[in-house]
């Protein structure tokens, strides 16, 4: 029975085997590595199969040769699907790591192996034991390759060339290749890939992320940019000051290469757990082999029964392998970031995954992270002479300015800008700028600005920034201008608070008025305004204060001025598309493409994560120490020793690539 059912387990895996060879591999999601593997997994279960069909008698029938024809097809089999298995137990044993899985297949196959050459038996228990390992270890070879493709992929969004001229044509040249000192050209739309300096040009740059601000920042030549930037209006030439190693791109690269080092509690404990567990197995089946037989004949005075207690020790052994665990638990985690990356959230480390299932607090910085960062016209007010007229005398007053409201009005009004049309410009710092347009004596500013000119001017009962405007000395009219809600955000307020997020605070350093009006359309808990970067801190501090050791605060931002905030809270979430270097490498999270809505998937990810460890750790466990004391009994053979090594892996395994597929 138990030949028959091995029997249809080979071909099982023949079929399995060629599919993926055939099939999976013809899409590219196989690796050269894993091809090699499947191909001796292919061709050992082959000649397995082939060897079952042919009795031993037919090679005893032959004598001597036969039976050594017989062994040495089996050993060949095995030394096809084992080899690197004995190549790793020997070089741990000549380093000193004696005890780990590849140890425990090697005595265990080798023995059981050395056993059948004694009794003339059956070789395929310890083939089998091998062909199955491998298969559990192609498995995770391949949800690890999955998920290092995920990652690889969230990679591509980042900025990764840069533009240099040469012969008066502009090239995208690796940024590796770009020395400090170089020229290169970003144009409009275009990501600043390397800090540098402006050598010639002048663009309006969106960098809420860097500064905190919703206004863009006017550069020219001489000033500094950073990389993660965009360039907006103009093209820049930019003489770089670093290298690319030194850019945001190769640092997040560079997290992500280390995040597998950042280990979460449960994946520590596994680790401890198989440095003591392997060790005393081990002795276990020593004492199993010797100290029964010793007291059958030493005592008893009966016989030992070498060969029976040599057989059980060896089946303890293989029931003993912690593959299960060991394997399959920092996969899940592995997985879990893989999945993640695959929606675009870019999580540091698995503790920080595990951190992130505990969350039940989530703060939240208001420019950039839940508004756009960027500065629109979002109302046209008591006009006395025509909304679109209005918009056209505040945009010309205005065109000769370099101030981010200037460029607002222009974006806004949307043609092209007769100066001609424009004279007596006089700027009144502070306040506003005078200018005759078409004849008429145009003031455009704020309402200290219409105070000084002693013009009566009408409140706006929106929040925003609010331009006034007068035409020969009559009030005309108001302008109003506000940061936009992201359109997600409503959404992603709504989908954390179904995820299980109690207590929901913003952070600004906006005027009071212009945060609650957010923090009401958006449904948020708390909000705190008028803030500065240190005021942050101590907010979130406070808050920290307030919150269980077994709840945990997250904390949300996308600027240089959030940094100190993301590395106090518990776990720190940042914008990636447009965060700055300082908050991207201060954060645990990164969000790649600045959308709030992937917070609450990130945090659904990680809870599933952490299901699929606790089962994988409880069934694993009770597995193993029920098939341990059968195996000691003498109930269990080496096939149900296999499934409980080999078979509990494959199924853990399974289990943890379900961590690869996320909803979003």
């Known amino acids: 029975m138990q030949e028959i059912i091995v029997n249809i387990l080979l071909c099982i895996v023949i079929l399995t085997a060629v599919f993926l060879l055939t099939v999976v591999n013809r899409k590219g999601s196989m690796t050269k ?24 008698d037919m090679f005893a029938s032959i004598g001597s040769p036969g039976r050594l024809l017989r062994f040495a097809c089996y050993i060949a089999d095995y030394l096809i699907i084992g080899h690197d298995i004995l190549r790793k137990a020997l070089k741990g044993i000549g380093n000193g790591r004696i005890f780990d899985e590849n140890f425990l297949m090697t005595v265990a196959t080798v023995g059981a192996m050395a056993l059948a050459v004694y009794e003339n038996g059956d070789y395929l228990e310890s083939i089998a034991v091998m062909l199955f390992y491998q298969i559990g270890e192609w498995f995770q070879s391949y949800a690890v390759g999955r998920s290092r493709k995920n990652i690889s992929e969230l990679m591509d969004i980042r900025p990764d060339y840069a533009n240099i001229e040469a012969d008066g044509n502009i090239e995208q040249v690796d940024p590796d290749e770009v020395e400090i000192g170089s020229i290169i050209l970003v144009q409009p739309g275009e990501k600043i890939p390397i800090d540098g300096v402006v050598v010639e040009g002048n663009s309006s740059l969106n960098t809420s992320a860097l500064t905190g601000e919703s206004l863009p920042r006017e550069v020219k030549t001489g000033d500094e940019v950073i990389s993660g930037c965009i360039s907006m209006t103009g093209l820049l030439k930019i003489k770089t000051t670093k290298e690319f190693g030194e850019s945001t791109v190769s640092k997040i690269l560079d997290l992500v290469e280390n995040a597998s080092s950042r280990k979460s509690k449960s994946e520590d404990f596994i680790s401890k757990f198989a440095k003591f567990y392997t060790p005393a197995v081990c002795y276990s089946a020593l004492a199993l082999a010797v100290i029964p037989p010793l007291v059958r004949m030493l005592i008893m005075g009966i016989p030992a029964g070498w060969g029976v207690w040599l057989y059980r020790a060896l089946t303890f052994l293989v029931i003993s392998c912690p593959c299960a665990l060991v394997i399959s638990i920092p996969l899940s985690f592995f997985a879990g970031i893989g999945g993640a990356s695959s929606q675009g959230v870019l999580v540091k480390g698995s503790n920080y995954l595990e951190i992130l299932s505990k969350t039940k607090t ?72 005078t200018a005759t347009v078409d004849g008429l004596n145009i003031a455009v500013g704020n309402d200290k600005l219409m105070k000084y000119m002693n013009i009566e001017y009408i409140e706006c009962h929106d929040t925003g920034t609010i331009v006034h405007i007068a035409v020969n000395g009559k009030y005309a009219g108001h302008i109003l201008i506000s940061d936009v809600v992201k359109p997600a955000s409503e959404q992603a307020i709504k989908a954390l608070k179904s995820a299980g997020v109690e207590k929901i605070v913003m952070l600004t350093g906006d005027a009071r008025k212009v945060a609650e009006k957010v923090a009401d359309s958006l449904g948020i808990d708390e909000v705190y305004s008028e803030l500065l970067p240190t005021d942050k801190v101590e907010k979130v501090e406070e808050l920290l204060k307030n919150t269980s050791d077994r709840e945990k605060l997250a ?62 750790i409880t069934f694993s466990l009770l597995i193993k120490f029920a098939c341990l004391i059968l195996g000691a009994c003498g109930i269990a053979n080496m096939y149900l020793a296999i499934f409980a090594d080999v078979g509990v892996m494959i199924l853990a395994i399974l289990n943890a690539i379900r961590c690869l597929f996320v909803n979003s």
Do not use: W
């Not at 090699?36 to 199969?49: D, H, V």
């Not at 005398?393 to 065109?399: D, N, W």
């Open 33 to 56: 590595k894993q091809k090699s593997m499947m191909s001796r997994i292919l061709i050992s279960a082959t000649i397995l199969l082939i060897l079952q069909f042919v009795s031993a």
């Open 362 to 433: 989530v703060v939240f910085d208001k420019t950039g992270t839940l508004t756009q960062g960027v500065f629109e016209v979002n109302g046209i007010h008591h006009s006395k002479i025509g909304d679109e007229k209005l918009l056209e005398l505040a945009t010309l007053a205005e065109s000769s300015s370099t101030h981010p409201i200037s460029k607002s009005l222009q974006r806004a009004y949307g043609k092209a800008i007769d100066r001609n049309r424009v004279s007596d410009i006089q700027e009144i710092g502070g306040k506003g700028i």
């Open 555 to 616: 904390f949300v931002g996308d600027g240089i001025n959030d940094a100190p905030v993301l590395s106090r809270a518990d776990i720190g979430i940042s914008m990636g598309a447009m965060g700055s270097d300082s908050a991207i490498e201060a954060s645990d999270i990164v969000l790649m493409d600045d959308n709030p809505l992937k917070i609450a998937l990130a945090i659904r990810i990680s809870r599933k994560c952490l299901r699929i460890v606790y089962q994988n």
